[in-house]
């Protein structure tokens, strides 16, 4: 009996020693920056090395200096050269990896797309390697550099001239919490008070909702502005360009609401004016839309009357890592989610294993997997619908004819808003296996039957997406 408590004893120091990194012992308190372009088609890619900066203070946990989450489409992984002991790891997503989706990319055109991995500054040698993970989320190394402290060729210049700093909600020491930057766009330099009310508007709006509201006290957020020349957003479709700051555009990949900023470079170095684990952009303009990237950053504009919705919706994924739980709206990829693998997202799931779902936990017994929620019926009056629409536009339609078509039109929505709403009031609230989500109408399941991730109808996040949040808040403060 003893023997078998000092194995275990000794079995659990080995373990702590494996997972636990001495983060004095490896880094500095700074940030390392390396900066690398990633080019390619869905078939080749190439990655070469910017510049390599030296920012401030380290933001993240020194606690937690290897990821566990393992999803991204790229891993980073720093070893330390002199003992091969992996010492940093950390996995993301970037407009690239969406990129390669896209049909443009499968038929081989190339372009080029700038990253950034932070990692804090270590005191010896360490080879820095890209990993990139397939569609079964295999990762194999794609690049792999040896970075040396010594190299007196790292920028160690500060934010950009006129970088405006607002500490909106503090909590405490950057290495025990959430360290959030909001970096301003489009905002000029009379709109700097603008941009302040916003920043506390937004504080509020994220701990309106769990579980958030459950960590305020865990998060500091600091809003950086560096004014735009002019204000607002380009608006590639109507042929409106502004000068900004992060030069933030719609029509991201030809889809008129997808907003994003291909500008890498200028956002870091307005971000990397204060210590950050997580980067939201905030972009001042009343049209609706947004972007989120695993890991890279989250945008909306602000003043939209659901841009709020939007805001929370685009840090579930950039924050979180969560999947969109949304099948109809239209996206410029292919195939999202291959067949036949399991999405990395805890909040999505192809039901391979029906008895072994990852949310399984969740599920009370007496729920059905799949969940049934009348999609068959909402999408065949969804289709009438549309084919209502269509005749109408015609045009070709006689008087009576057209006001037997409006009639039956006017049926068949109100027949889809009623299953809708028996379905809703039955399972609200209730984990279940729905089907519909990943861009995809079958063979992908969401956890319930509303989320943030899968509309805007209400600012809540389902279980599962709280849970997978919650894991994600603990990694940096626990
Ligand atoms: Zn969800």
Request: charged residues 25%.
């Amino acid at each position: 009996m003893k023997r078998m408590t000092v194995l275990l004893v000794f079995l659990l120091a080995a373990s702590v020693m494996a997972g636990g990194v001495d983060f004095d012992r490896f880094f500095e308190n700074k940030t390392l920056r390396v900066d690398f372009f990633i080019t390619g088609n869905a078939h080749e890619e190439d990655i070469t090395l910017d510049q390599i900066k030296i920012e401030g203070e380290w933001a993240g946990n020194p606690r937690h200096l290897v990821d566990d989450f393992i999803k991204g489409a790229y891993f980073i992984k720093a070893y330390d050269v002199a003992s091969n002991a992996l010492i940093y790891s950390r996995g993301f997503d970037c407009i690239y990896s969406e990129y390669v989706t896209t049909t443009q990319a499968i038929e081989g055109a190339k372009r080029t797309y700038h990253h950034s991995a932070l990692l804090p500054l270590p005191k010896r040698p360490i080879r820095f390697v890209l990993e990139k993970g397939d569609k079964q989320n295999i990762y194999r190394v794609a690049w792999v550099r040896t970075i040396d402290p010594a190299d007196y060729h790292f920028l160690c210049e500060g934010p950009p001239q006129g970088t405006v700093i607002y500490e909106a909600h503090t909590s405490g020491d950057p290495h025990n919490c959430v360290d959030l930057v909001w970096v301003g766009d489009g905002y000029s330099t009379k709109e700097t008070r603008q941009f302040k009310k916003d920043c506390d508007r937004y504080v509020e709006v994220l701990f309106s909702v769990e579980p958030f509201k459950s960590y305020r006290h865990k998060f500091n957020i600091t809003g950086v502005l560096l004014p735009s020349a002019e204000s607002g957003v380009d608006e590639p479709r109507k042929g409106r360009y502004v000068k900004t700051a992060v030069s933030s555009s719609f029509n991201a990949f030809d889809i008129p609401r997808y907003l994003l900023t291909e500008d890498n470079k200028a956002y870091r170095d307005i971000a990397g004016a204060v210590p950050y684990d997580a980067i939201v952009i905030l972009v001042n303009d009343e049209r609706y839309g947004g972007g989120g990237i695993y890991n890279f950053y989250g945008l909306t504009t602000v003043n939209h009357e659901l841009s709020e919705n939007v805001f929370l919706h685009e840090f579930g994924h950039s924050f979180s890592g969560l999947a969109d739980e949304y099948y109809s709206s239209a996206t410029a990829y292919n195939e999202f989610y291959p067949q036949g693998a399991e999405p990395a997202e805890l909040n999505i799931t192809r039901l391979m294993d029906p008895d072994n779902v990852k949310w399984k936990a969740l599920i009370s017994p007496s729920t059905p997997v799949p969940t049934p929620w009348g999609k068959q019926e909402v999408e065949a009056l969804e289709a009438e619908m549309a084919s209502i629409n269509k005749t109408l536009k015609t045009g070709k339609l006689s008087t009576e004819e057209e006001k037997v078509s409006r009639k039956r039109f006017d049926e068949a929505r109100a027949s889809r808003n009623r299953i809708r709403e028996v379905n809703v009031e039955k399972w609200r609230g209730k984990v279940g296996v729905f089907e519909g989500a990943g861009y995809s109408s079958e063979g992908i399941y969401r956890p319930e039957i509303h989320c943030m991730m899968y509309s805007n109808a209400r600012k809540e996040f389902c279980a599962v997406c709280r849970a997978a949040t919650e894991r994600m808040i603990k990694f940096y403060i626990d």
